[in-house]
């Protein structure tokens, strides 16, 4: 069985700070790993994945994460927090031969000017 | 791209009327689609998945009498909500996957429907 963990409901940063949005999961095959953005009353962006090639991935908006199995997680950073990065941000792991989502319960980013 | 419109954005309505929400993958064909409840604050919860041609397959705990979901083409799922009632009002959203492994889902905006 799949099952995502995202340890801080809510990461508050100032605006020009790095940001980092920490997830781990677990998951009995290889993984598919997204990460997804939730603007208010929007629905989900997709800001990058990881399926199994490099482990290091570059998604839009200058995010990246990195896939660590050892570890079991697939962090979010970002160098530089700009205002407009303020949302929801959803983990998600999908089982390499399947296509069903699990879903993170969503960490909320604050950006302070 | 990958760009998933969902239609109405936002619903109010009386109680016992039924609503119609629709999704459509605009350039991509989506062998599989998603229709996902989201509560405020909370993560998505998948209501059904539904394949081409093919019957939903719902989620435990999701009616589908009540829920009623077709996927009738490529590029077309729609969600009927019937007999609505107060505690359906929610955040609706629907996803679409290419096939193939390892796809992500793409997301459309949701539709914010409210029942008075």
């Known amino acids: 069985a799949q099952s995502v963990t995202q340890l801080d409901s809510h990461v508050s940063v100032s605006e020009g700070t790095p940001v980092l949005l920490r997830c781990n999961y677990s998951?009995?095959?290889?993984?598919?790993l997204f990460w997804y953005v939730q603007h208010p009353n929007k629905g989900l962006q997709l800001l990058l994945k990881?399926?199994?090639?490099?482990?290091l991935v570059k998604g839009i908006n200058g995010f990246e994460a990195e896939f660590k199995k050892s570890e079991t997680s697939f962090h979010l950073t970002k160098p530089s927090a700009h205002m407009s990065d303020a949302a929801e941000y959803f983990c998600?792991?999908?089982?390499?031969?399947?296509?069903?989502?699990?879903f993170g319960p969503g960490t909320r980013l604050s950006v302070l000017p | 791209g990958a760009v998933v419109s969902q239609h109405p954005s936002w619903v109010i309505c009386k109680s016992g009327t039924s609503v119609k929400i629709e999704c459509r993958s605009l350039?991509?064909?989506?062998?599989?689609m998603f229709w996902y409840r989201q509560f405020p604050k909370q993560s998505l919860m998948l209501m059904a998945t539904?394949?081409?041609?093919?019957?939903?397959?719902?989620e435990q705990g999701v009616e589908k009498d009540k829920f009623l979901i077709n996927h009738a083409s490529l590029t077309l799922s729609t969600l009927t909500v019937t007999s609505a009632h107060p505690e359906d009002s929610s955040f609706y959203i629907c996803?679409?996957?290419?096939?193939?492994?390892?796809?992500?889902?793409?997301f459309g905006d949701g539709t914010r429907l409210s029942i008075l």
């Open positions: 996803s679409a996957r290419r096939q193939g492994d390892n796809q992500p889902q793409h």
């Open positions: 998951s009995s095959y290889s993984p598919s």
């Open positions: 990881y399926t199994s090639a490099a482990t």
């Open positions: 998600v792991v999908s089982p390499s031969y399947g296509q069903n989502f699990v």
């Open positions: 350039d991509f064909q989506a062998t599989t």
């Open positions: 539904s394949n081409e041609g093919s019957k939903a397959t719902y």
